[in-house]
């Protein structure tokens, strides 16, 4: 099998390789792995789409009740590897920190699962081709949790203005998310990123396995903003780039055919929040592309501005996307803009592809392939803001440059 194979899919996805051959209408055993804010967003489409989900897991016997509350009939576990050994499972949603990311999907492929993985897929680009051998090697599909993929009013716009030629030629494309990391740290309007620890936290809950939850990374005394704010801390997660960005650039190699960044150069640090974290609040980040383009991403932490979008220069028109809405800029003096609202849900959409994928064994939308490309553009900016230096990047060989 050649990296080729590995990244463009070119092993066979069958019915014949799965273990349970399904039905178009069958409804799929699904399994939750990591029960915390966002498998709260992720629990009610899937259920809506599929039917009560099969089993829960978490390290937080608390949280890992919570959601199986919502699923009747469910069953409960405190380790992802007890959850893979369940009959009759056939795939699993990993909605865990960021640091058991690589883990517990190649488990679960392994294990013959197939895999919805939240974003980023991984917390070093080094963990990506691994996810990707164990989906292609055990002919699993892996979708990535990027929903714009799959999103109508993204799909639209792409097709009408970038397949088309219709923006003319574009060499600068402007990402940004202006609230520094979440919700609120601080205090007043202005956000830095956070989520205030709950009260009574300061001794570690009796049902939560802390030992469990660190033991890919070092060991430390229980931290509760650490827990609570793990994308605040550069040994569980890549903060805002690998949070927020990896979701913009992601519909920028979309868009634009192209996920292998030539270079990235960023400048930022930690100049507001004094709250223990080790990544960013605020920066500025250039990454630059084969096709002559440039992708830039902005994040500060203030109020006042819009808050999150992508826009496409071209010399014949421009576009700017968020997830409510595109809107495109004609080059004609004085023409109004055409406003386009989005009317879907897009975590629907992208969890109805991965459920047709499971069946169909078609290709999803997010493939882990597409979400590695992505994830790598956000740890580049990374590299560069811990180095302080322009990273030079070899897309062939994943490898960075000597400086």
Not at 385 to 396: N, V
């Amino acid at each position: 099998m050649t990296r080729r194979d590995l990244l463009t899919g070119a092993v066979a996805l069958t019915a014949a390789s799965q273990s349970r051959i399904l039905g178009a209408n069958d409804r799929i055993s699904v399994g939750l792995i990591g029960c915390g804010a966002r498998s709260r967003e992720l629990q009610p489409p899937f259920q809506k789409l599929n039917g009560p989900l099969s089993a829960v897991c978490d390290v937080w016997r608390t949280r890992a009740e919570q959601s199986q509350a919502q699923a009747p009939g469910s069953k409960l576990f405190d380790d992802h590897r007890r959850l893979l050994e369940m009959p009759g499972l056939d795939a699993v949603i990993v909605a865990t920190p960021d640091h058991w990311h690589e883990r517990i999907a190649v488990d679960a492929l392994r294990a013959g699962k197939d895999v919805y993985i939240e974003k980023p897929l991984t917390l070093t680009i080094e963990e990506g081709p691994r996810i990707i051998q164990a989906a292609r090697m055990n002919n699993r599909i892996c979708q990535v949790g990027a929903q714009q993929r799959s999103g109508s009013h993204y799909i639209q716009a792409r097709d009408e203005y970038l397949k088309t030629g219709k923006l003319g030629k574009i060499t600068f494309v402007r990402t940004w998310w202006t609230d520094g990391g979440g919700a609120a740290a601080t205090s007043g309007p202005v956000k830095s990123g956070g989520h205030a620890v709950p009260a009574g936290m300061t001794q570690k809950p009796a049902d939560l396995d802390w030992n469990r939850f660190i033991e890919p990374v070092r060991w430390r005394a229980w931290e509760p903003r650490q827990y609570f704010n793990f994308r605040n801390y550069m040994d569980f997660s890549g903060g805002i780039l690998t949070d927020k960005y990896v979701h913009w650039v992601d519909v920028v190699h979309m868009f634009m055919g192209q996920d292998s960044p030539l270079s990235a150069d960023g400048a930022g640090g930690i100049y507001l929040a004094k709250d223990g974290r080790t990544v960013p609040d605020t920066m500025h980040l250039h990454s630059e592309y084969p096709d002559n383009f440039v992708c830039t991403f902005t994040n500060v932490a203030q109020a006042g501005l819009e808050r999150a979008g992508i826009e496409f220069t071209g010399t014949q028109g421009a576009l700017r996307i968020d997830r409510d809405k595109f809107e495109y800029f004609s080059a004609e003096k004085g023409a109004a803009p055409l406003v386009v609202p989005c009317r879907t849900d897009l975590v629907e959409e992208h969890v109805q592809n991965f459920l047709d994928c499971c069946r169909s064994r078609k290709m999803p939308n997010g493939d882990v392939a597409i979400g590695h490309r992505s994830a790598i553009a956000a740890h580049l900016g990374n590299l560069s803001l811990l180095e302080k230096r322009r990273i030079h990047f070899d897309a062939q060989r994943e490898v960075v440059l000597p400086a």
